[in-house]
């Protein structure tokens, strides 16, 4: 089987800022005995603290320098990308991580110049396929996820109960999407909770009580949505954030999970929870590319 260490020469420098790649990267360096420097900044940063308690962390200047190969994550920010340039400069092999399924070339570019990776890790077949249109200069590989792995089994062995039909329990994974819908003076993730909550008939729900969990992305900050809970408190029986750091507690509360376009319904889906995107009608087209997620438009 593929591992990571088959494509580093250590010391191995990782620089993360996001929590996606974040997730995937700290899964494989459990099984990593090599030389490792860690710049983990952000969400990131969090994820690492939590897997590696008293574990060092070190500026992105000190993690490059002396290393031979660079793991990194493909956040939206700076940090990362500004490794990658650094690591380019030094001549040390670079290792970038995708941890989805959409704007693989955008994550490599700033004011228009694209600074590409020697090596690219994907973690499934599907995004395998769409990272091989990089040019052949850049190695395309898949390693598994056992990040997923490990959250979906969390997950199912931390049910107290199957899923109920109707549906009690209803946990919203939420995401900042940054656009807004055509016509619309707010951002695609307050209309697709909207139009969950307007359209709760379109669903299988219990008439005895339906409780909704709000899960914020971990770089969302906990005030992002005190309007809706408050406009819609009393539309169920209950409605409140969750206050749990584990993904897998609240998959396993949850009869129902919800989302846009985030990897946790693909969390929740592999551990055996009915799964819907709640993207509205007229906006983006869920990119997680399984079959098994339902879609609220389509009710």
């Known amino acids: 089987m593929t591992r990571l260490e088959d494509f580093i020469k250590p010391p191995l420098a990782v620089v993360c800022h996001d929590a996606g790649a974040a997730n995937l990267i700290v899964e494989w360096l459990k099984d990593y005995t090599g030389d490792l420097r860690v710049c983990m900044e952000g969400p990131a940063k969090i994820i690492w603290e939590k897997h590696f308690p008293g574990g060092k962390l070190i500026s992105i200047n000190r993690v490059i320098k002396d290393s031979k190969t660079l793991l990194s994550g493909t956040g939206w920010g700076d940090l990362e990308h500004s490794a990658r340039i650094q690591a380019k400069k030094r001549s040390i092999k670079n290792i970038a991580v995708i941890d989805h399924w959409t704007n693989y070339r955008e994550r490599f570019i700033r004011d228009g110049n694209e600074e590409l990776p020697d090596v690219i890790i994907v973690s499934d077949n599907y995004a395998y396929r769409l990272a091989k249109n990089f040019p052949p200069s850049t190695l395309v590989i898949e390693l598994p996820n056992n990040y997923l792995q490990v959250e979906a089994k969390l997950a199912s062995s931390e049910r107290l109960r199957k899923c109920r039909v109707p549906i009690e329990n209803i946990l919203i994974i939420t995401e900042p999407l940054r656009q807004k819908k055509k016509g619309k003076d707010t951002y695609l993730e307050f209309e697709a909770i909207e139009f969950l909550l307007n359209n709760l008939n379109k669903i299988n729900i219990s008439s005895r009580a339906v409780n909704i969990l709000l899960r914020l992305h971990p770089s969302e900050p906990l005030v992002k949505y005190d309007n809706i809970l408050k406009k819609y408190k009393d539309s169920v029986s209950k409605f409140h954030l969750s206050k749990n750091t584990h993904l897998y507690q609240d998959i396993a509360w949850a009869d129902l999970v919800v989302g846009m376009n985030s990897f946790a319904l693909v969390v929740a ?27 609220l438009k389509d009710k």
């Open 269 to 295: 889906l592999t551990a055996n929870v009915p799964t819907m995107s709640i993207l509205p009608p007229l906006s983006i087209d869920c990119i997680l590319p399984y079959k098994e997620i339902m879609h």
